[in-house]
């Protein structure tokens, strides 16, 4: 069985500064989909970037950024220029790939970010 | 474009009742997903569809939960016999089996409260 861990259940940053969310994950298949999803308070799930395993080259989406480190099996969140809109809680999902077509998310716990003015 | 949608937003109901929940996917969307998340917990997978299809379940649904997506559009979520360990957030998402990206898009999550 799969498995997420994040193991910062809160963290905070002064806005403009840079912050890294850390996940492990645990898993036997070769081919799978890594996200991170963020959920501001009462708001819903949105998708921050996603990372495909078979690929070396780490994802990047304008501010957001990972350091996908495969044979660790670490997946980590950058956030650059933090906003006040960045808080949020952010969670790490893993999706195995069975040649094409995905299955459900498995979710860590959550990192609770606070951007601070 | 309008987004998943989930009706209603808030439920409150007593021990023992049934509820009942909707969920409308991106109109193209032919994959559609249940999750439970709970107080200061990522969400957990339930029940997925591709088109009217179940395709699987979780062991965290119990018998009295039940879920349809009879015409491969909108899904429901039953739950009979409501215990307060069901009070939650149900969340839907939908994706389109098959795209470059595949990427689930989640809905605003019906809350439920079991006194």
């Known amino acids: 069985a799969q498995t997420v861990t994040q193991s910062q259940p809160e963290m905070s940053v002064q806005e403009a500064e840079t912050v890294t969310l850390s996940c492990t994950y645990d898993t036997s298949e070769s081919n799978y989909y890594l996200f991170w999803y963020k959920q501001p308070p009462s708001r819903q799930m949105i998708l921050v970037i996603r990372?495909?395993?078979?690929?070396?080259q780490n994802a990047t989406e304008n501010r957001f950024s990972v350091n996908f480190q495969k044979a660790a099996k670490s997946f980590s969140l950058k956030i650059s220029d933090s906003q006040l809109g960045d808080t949020a809680m952010y969670f790490c999902a893993f999706m195995k790939s069975y040649g094409g077509s995905q299955g459900n998310l498995i979710f860590g716990k959550g990192t609770k970010l606070s951007v601070k003015p | 474009d309008t987004g998943v949608s989930q009706d209603p937003r808030h439920k409150i109901t007593k021990r023992g009742q049934n509820v009942t929940f909707r969920c409308d996917p991106i109109s193209e969307h032919n994959r559609l997903y249940w999750y439970r998340q709970t107080l200061g917990q990522g969400p957990e997978f339930l029940t997925y569809?591709?088109?009217?299809?179940?395709?699987?379940k979780s062991r965290l649904l119990s018998d009295r939960f039940s879920a349809e997506r009879p015409k491969g559009s909108f899904s429901t979520l039953e739950i009979q016999r409501t215990e307060q360990g069901d009070s939650a957030m149900y969340l839907c998402a939908s994706s389109l089996a098959g795209s470059v990206t595949d990427t689930q898009y989640f809905g605003p999550g019906t809350r439920l409260t079991v006194l």
């Open positions: 990372q495909e395993a078979y690929k070396q």
């Open positions: 569809f591709q088109n009217e299809a179940q395709l699987e």
